[in-house]
């Protein structure tokens, strides 16, 4: 008897007809857990910037040769509603800095519905896919 397999990522090949919904359960966890915070740091200064594409994705790695000191950082927690915004004294009578970085803030919150229903919508199919 044969048993054909089938592969669900490159580290799990399974047999055909076995149910795969419990190893994507974890993913889809890791994806709506990621959701839960929106950062918008606004740096000034010496910085390096590495793009890598990976998997139709884009990963960002910025570096400083010293720790930033001229930054502006907003961070909402969407479990609890909390709001953390930190302004370095350098940076607070840059209103033109400030106004840039509060455009981002806006930016990052506009686009979280249609994120949320892309995600939402991704989960039902796996939810109701027939393994």
Known sequence: MTLDAVTIDDKTPR???QDHSRDIIPKIIEMF???TEIKVVTVV???QVDLAESDGRTATKVTTPEPPTDALVTIFDLTDGDVT???S???RDDEALRAYHLQQVDRSIQVLPAHFKTLIDAAETIINHKW
């Open 15 to 17: 047999r055909a007809g």
């Open 33 to 35: 857990n990621e959701l």
């Open 45 to 47: 200064g010496k910085v």
């Open 85 to 87: 915004n930190v302004i």
């Open 89 to 91: 004294p350098e940076l």
